[in-house]
């Protein structure tokens, strides 16, 4: 299954919301991947087994489910990358974060969730099968739903001079 949907950062309407700097957005993003406890909810514990300037392997657990995942940084691109690795009963599965700028401040970040292979498979399951589309449209609302609360952490953790 894919998924991609975009959040505006800095809203010209919106009065009420601080507007974030490109640098403070790319740096909340890398903070969600170097600390990902502050953003996922239900995460029991997190360790992060390499660090390098290309991004970080991580080992996380949810309960008893044990999980691995790399994420890589593009700068030039201003992309957070995460491939996570699930147990073998599980499919993987590539999150994409990439900030867009279409003019001057007027900044976004585009979320693109890409299930391990099979989504034209998975797609047409869901097209026949109204459970498997029911299910698939929460994951979707789940994705979005996380992706709004991590931008409205930046926002705090940017209004408390942490980014």
């Known amino acids: 299954m894919q998924f ?14 601080d507007w974030l700097s490109r640098e403070q957005l790319w740096r909340g993003l890398q903070l969600r991947a170097e600390d990902p406890m502050q953003f996922v909810l239900a995460l ?5 087994l390499s660090r390098g300037a290309q991004g970080v392997q991580r080992e996380f ?29 599980l499919a993987g599965s590539l999150l994409s974060m990439a900030i867009e700028e279409p003019e001057p401040g007027r900044l976004f970040v585009r979320f693109v969730y890409d299930d391990d292979g099979c989504a034209a498979q998975q ?11 029911a299910y698939q449209q929460m ?20 209004s408390q001079g942490d980014l």
């Open 44 to 48: 029991d514990d997190c360790r992060i």
């Open 123 to 133: 797609e047409l399951l869901a097209a026949n099968d109204p459970q498997t589309a």
């Open 139 to 158: 994951r979707r609302a789940a994705w979005e739903q996380a992706d709004v609360d991590t931008i409205r952490n930046l926002r705090r953790l940017a």
């Open 61 to 89: 657990r949810f309960g008893s489910l044990l999980i691995r995942d790399q994420v890589l940084y593009d700068r030039e691109r201003s992309t957070v990358r995460y491939c996570t690795e699930f147990p073998p009963e």
């Open 4 to 17: 991609d949907h975009l959040i505006e950062i800095n809203e010209p309407l919106n009065p009420m919301l």
